[in-house]
């Protein structure tokens, strides 16, 4: 009996709650989750030697870790099974594979992931009625990937990319959330998004041969504002050229004037500030914010005889850009290419704040070692100050230096005093001895004659 109450003890104490094996550590703390990430332009199963499997130890120890079939083309490594050794990150000879330690608590907030040992993208940004949304973080962080899901383009699988769950269920994830009631809408397709691309070159592409500025502005025109937008845009000289010789900064203008005339619920900016210099871009800001206007707010409602407001969101670098033209901003950080998380909003000032410093206070996360400052002034002035230091530092080894050479100079010069004086009592000495010897020749030449 003592036996098996003390094994019913010990499986009690060995299993958590939820029957699953290993999900919390002694002391109550989670296990740390980590994503194995596989790059497809990189892993080349048929050319090279799968230095990868052989090496792993959970392989050697009989389990399937890291798998490569005949006919597969990457790599398969589970994440389950990955004890996070990093071995295979090192053998791998065409350095395809990552693998990353997750904060805690972010498995439960996954939105999206496009397959296995691929991107994840954790939580989402939550626009506001009649407020501009910026959005700020590194290249490849997933910024894109969110705007295409708040688009609806994208619907989100929360992780199960084998089995996607539906917009239902995708509702019900968010239920509580300023979100649901956006998914809400989404769902009964009473949204309206558009969309300015990050690419603007890709646009030529897309467009009919002939199309000119004029012609497909005037087409998507809904709000009355196009000649409006020729001039805060400077798209008046382009009116009659055609998209396809347009350069870089006029399709960027022409895209925020596209999507800046239409009349929706919902509008999107992947990077407008990029190919135009300071001033376009301050007029491109104010085109922007006019969107959420108070007479913008007024004329949306007599059109649809209810309050109607519109949601803005701005992906921008530029963080002068971004200060005049959000009301609120969300950060994006993580690992480029493997793992991004969406914080939650803050003030305009605060949030980058924020992002300069690399430190998250809402959620105790450095998620950057280093600090960006900009202070040159304060810099310079520490420059200043090390150079005096240095400098006076360097004065008494100078006079102990200079002091040490006239010494060295006094002991040189009494060593050739010395030798001078010696070599006079020589001479001298000669000369007395030749005196001494002419003398006794005299004397012997005055006997002989």
């Given at each position: 009996?003592?036996?098996?109450?003390?094994?019913?003890?010990?499986?009690?104490?060995?299993?958590?709650?939820?029957?699953?094996?290993?999900?919390?550590?002694?002391?109550?703390?989670?296990?740390?989750?980590?994503?194995?990430?596989i790059?497809?332009?990189?892993?080349?199963p048929?050319?090279?030697k799968?230095?990868?499997?052989?090496?792993?130890?959970?392989?050697?120890?009989?389990?399937?870790?890291?798998?490569?079939?005949?006919?597969?083309?990457?790599?398969?490594?589970?994440e389950?099974?990955?004890?996070?050794?990093?071995?295979?990150v090192?053998?791998?000879?065409?350095?395809?594979?990552?693998?990353?330690?997750?904060?805690?608590?972010?498995?439960?907030?996954?939105?999206?992931?496009?397959?296995?040992?691929?991107?994840?993208?954790?939580?989402?940004?939550?626009?506001?009625?009649?407020?501009?949304?910026?959005?700020?973080?590194?290249?490849?962080?997933?910024?894109?990937?969110?705007?295409?899901?708040?688009?609806?383009k994208?619907?989100?699988?929360?992780?199960?990319?084998?089995?996607?769950?539906?917009?239902?269920?995708?509702?019900?994830?968010?239920?509580?959330?300023?979100?649901?009631?956006?998914?809400?809408?989404?769902?009964?397709?009473?949204?309206?998004?558009v969309?300015?691309?990050?690419?603007?070159?890709?646009?030529?592409?897309?467009?009919?041969?002939?199309?000119?500025?004029?012609?497909?502005?005037?087409?998507?025109?809904?709000?009355?504002?196009?000649?409006?937008?020729?001039?805060?845009l400077?798209?008046?000289?382009?009116?009659?050229?055609?998209?396809?010789?347009?350069?870089?900064?006029?399709?960027?203008?022409?895209?925020?004037?596209?999507?800046?005339?239409?009349d929706?619920?919902?509008?999107?900016f992947?990077?407008?500030?990029?190919?135009?210099?300071?001033?376009?871009?301050?007029?491109?800001?104010?085109?922007?914010?006019?969107l959420?206007?108070?007479?913008?707010?007024?004329?949306?409602?007599?059109?649809?005889?209810?309050?109607?407001?519109?949601?803005?969101?701005?992906?921008?670098?530029?963080?002068?850009?971004?200060?005049?033209?959000?009301?609120?901003?969300?950060?994006?950080?993580?690992?480029?290419?493997?793992?991004g998380?969406?914080?939650?909003?803050?003030?305009?000032?605060?949030?980058?704040?924020?992002?300069?410093?690399?430190?998250?206070?809402?959620?105790?996360?450095?998620?950057?070692?280093?600090?960006?400052?900009?202070?040159v002034?304060?810099?310079v002035?520490?420059?200043?100050?090390?150079?005096?230091?240095?400098?006076?530092a360097?004065?008494?080894?100078?006079?102990?230096k200079?002091?040490?050479?006239?010494?060295?100079?006094?002991?040189?010069?009494?060593?050739?005093?010395?030798?001078?004086?010696?070599?006079?009592?020589?001479?001298?000495?000669?000369?007395?001895?030749?005196?001494?010897?002419?003398?006794?020749l005299?004397?012997?030449?005055?006997?002989?004659?």
């Amino acid at each position: 009996f003592f036996l098996s109450l003390n094994s019913f003890v010990a499986q009690t104490h060995i299993m958590p709650k939820g029957g699953k094996q290993g999900a919390k550590r002694k002391g109550g703390d989670d296990v740390m989750q980590r994503i194995a990430v596989i790059k497809d332009d990189r892993c080349k199963p048929k050319k090279c030697k799968l230095e990868c499997k052989k090496n792993c130890p959970v392989n050697r120890q009989g389990k399937i870790c890291i798998d490569v079939k005949p006919t597969s083309k990457i790599a398969f490594i589970s994440e389950i099974l990955c004890i996070g050794c990093n071995i295979c990150v090192k053998k791998c000879p065409f350095e395809a594979i990552n693998i990353i330690n997750l904060p805690k608590n972010l498995e439960s907030s996954t939105t999206h992931r496009f397959g296995p040992n691929s991107f994840k993208l954790h939580r989402l940004p939550i626009p506001r009625q009649n407020q501009v949304l910026g959005l700020v973080g590194t290249n490849g962080i997933g910024k894109s990937t969110a705007l295409k899901i708040l688009t609806g383009k994208t619907k989100p699988n929360l992780g199960n990319f084998q089995d996607p769950p539906g917009w239902e269920e995708i509702r019900k994830y968010f239920r509580g959330s300023e979100l649901q009631n956006y998914f809400q809408r989404v769902l009964e397709e009473d949204l309206e998004t558009v969309m300015k691309p990050q690419y603007v070159d890709h646009i030529p592409k897309k467009v009919k041969e002939g199309a000119t500025v004029k012609k497909l502005l005037k087409k998507k025109d809904e709000r009355d504002v196009y000649k409006q937008l020729l001039g805060e845009l400077d798209l008046e000289n382009v009116t009659k050229r055609e998209i396809v010789h347009l350069s870089g900064g006029e399709l960027q203008r022409f895209a925020i004037a596209a999507c800046c005339v239409r009349d929706v619920d919902v509008y999107m900016f992947d990077e407008p500030s990029s190919y135009l210099d300071v001033k376009q871009r301050l007029n491109a800001a104010k085109a922007i914010r006019a969107l959420v206007s108070p007479e913008e707010e007024t004329r949306r409602t007599k059109k649809a005889g209810r309050p109607k407001a519109a949601f803005v969101i701005c992906v921008e670098h530029d963080l002068a850009v971004l200060d005049y033209l959000s009301d609120f901003v969300c950060m994006l950080y993580g690992t480029p290419g493997a793992f991004g998380v969406v914080s939650m909003p803050f003030g305009v000032r605060e949030g980058i704040n924020i992002f300069l410093s690399g430190f998250l206070p809402t959620e105790n996360m450095r998620f950057r070692d280093f600090e960006l400052n900009f202070k040159v002034t304060d810099a310079v002035d520490e420059s200043i100050k090390g150079d005096k230091n240095t400098t006076k530092a360097a004065e008494p080894a100078d006079d102990d230096k200079a002091k040490s050479k006239k010494k060295s100079k006094k002991k040189d010069g009494d060593e050739a005093e010395e030798k001078t004086t010696t070599r006079r009592k020589e001479r001298h000495q000669a000369e007395d001895e030749e005196v001494t010897v002419d003398a006794a020749l005299k004397e012997m030449d005055e006997e002989y004659y």
